[in-house]
């Protein structure tokens, strides 16, 4: 997917701000971003994969 110029390897949907916003990686990048599309902005969201699982995914799968 390319936003703003950049590309980005869409990993899915993570519903940060709003339904839709897509989880996204970059080349040689280890930062996890979102796009959220409603601001049409691109933010990180974690410094790398381990903190995406261990502390968003867990956190979201421990409270369910």
């Given at each position: ?7 980005y ?35 990180p ?18 409270a369910?």
């Amino acid at each position: 997917m390319t936003i703003h110029g950049e590309q980005y390897c869409v990993l899915g949907e993570f519903w940060k701000e709003a339904d839709g916003d897509q989880l996204l990686l970059r080349t040689g990048d280890e930062t996890i971003w979102y796009y959220a599309h409603e601001q049409d902005k691109v933010k990180p969201l974690c410094n790398d994969m381990t903190e995406l699982l261990e502390k968003k995914l867990a956190r979201y799968l421990n409270a369910n």
